[in-house]
């Protein structure tokens, strides 16, 4: 088995717009590219940095620095040629990222679907090159700070694996898929992936829905108005927000376990708020979202859930309503496809917000809808109060 980072991809550093108009020229020469981003995500500083940007062919691999190029438009306008395809492997957090920056690539193949689909338990990058290919992606860098300069030459050779064997990839697990006669699913996952816009909303919620469900609109706001605190202050210091205040922290000020005054002498605090006047500010806005939480006539006590599918589900009912409507479904689904493509088909966590009504079957792919109602219509289930 060979390490996929030790292996020969011929690389070029783009670092200016002269390299990055030739590098484009190029590209234009090939039907096929991968893809592949890497970025800092609120580990070394605050909110998500684009660092770098690989595209790969079967003849080598180039790296554009964002850092250096300041005008990607070309770049951009190529991704979003219909015309060239882009070659990703779980492409969801890259395209949020080009999305927020006005790029909507096109005529995108992501390799995971159809690991997926063809019933693979592990469908991680590592895991299919080391099935299909195999070659170990040694992930020692992926962690590393992509913010920094000079880059490493470990960074490089990582960043050029990432991408360098995705061609290969995709050719074996389409064969597979084609056996399989899957070609149709895989076109249609696929082409999803062009229309489906990621849009970007000002961050106002810091809660997770399981949190916020549990606690009164009035801790609610009061909590939420605290790491919505802890984010500006992380903002003005292009920090990460961890490094600014833990979590623990925030919520033992929010339930009086630690006073604003004990605040700045906690464990993790960041360096220049360890003083005592930084407890006097932690004071006022805890003080300022209480008041504006009673200002607001927010209740303590907790909201009642209608009966309308909104309310809070007990794990009994939910067993219950999976085991009419849906296990039957899903039991086909594992019998025709395997077991871990009918997870991907039609997972539990899907079940749960469809009887919750927080989605609908016509929210899936048009096939994973009509392999749905199919199976149900030959059960004699009645699916139409999901749709």
Known sequence: MSDTNSLQFAINYVADAVSLAACVGRLRQHPAMALDLEFDSHRHAYGVTLCLIQVATPEG????????????????????????????????EDLRLLHSLGCVPQNVFDTEVVAKLLNYEQSSLSAMLGAKLGSVLNKGQQCSNWLKRPLT?????????????????????VAEAEAKGLMAFVDEEQAALSTTIYRSEPKDSFLKPSEAAKLSPYDGHVLNGLFAFRDELARALNRPAFQVMSEN????????????AEAPFQPGVYGRYRHAGFGRQVAERLQAL??????????????LREKNGTRQWTR???????????SPVQQVLE???GTHAARYL??????????????????LTPYKQALILEIAGQQSIDLSGFL
């Open 61 to 92: 691999c180039s790296i554009i620095d964002p850092f250096s190029v300041n005008d990607l438009k070309l770049l951009f306008e190529l991704f979003q040629d219909e015309d060239i395809q882009k070659i990703v492997h779980s492409p969801g």
């Open 153 to 173: 030459q470990e960074q490089m050779n990582y960043a050029a694996a990432d991408v360098g064997s995705l061609h290969r990839l995709k050719e074996v697990l």
């Open 249 to 260: 922290l925030l919520r033992d000020l929010f339930s009086g376990a630690v006073s604003p």
């Open 290 to 303: 209480q008041e504006e939480a009673a200002r607001l006539g927010l209740s303590r006590k907790m909201a």
């Open 316 to 326: 009994q009912e939910l067993q219950e309503a999976q085991e009419q409507f849906f």
């Open 335 to 337: 019998q025709r496809f």
């Open 346 to 363: 039609l997972s539990n966590s899907m079940v749960a917000k469809l009887l919750r009504h927080q989605a609908r079957l016509a929210d």
